[in-house]
């Protein structure tokens, strides 16, 4: 095989695998940034949902609210 043949080949496959490569990168960055979101989420709605369960009477005002919204929406 002609050697400018060759070079080229490797040429274009480092630059076909750091394409790949950066692009499995931003996507586990991505991941990573949105698990840590997701967790921060979870958390705060299990804060509110703590909240709520240790005082009824917001309980039901919120379960009154919630359910006005619900038919309006």
Known sequence: MNENILLSMVA?????????????IEFKARFTDLQSQVAQLAQEVESYRSVLE???DLKELFEEI????????
Do not use: A, R, W, Y
């Open 54 to 56: 240790s005082d009824k």
């Open 12 to 24: 274009e496959l480092n630059k076909q695998l750091s394409d790949k490569t950066l692009g499995e």
């Open 66 to 73: 919630k359910n006005k919204n619900e038919v309006t929406n």
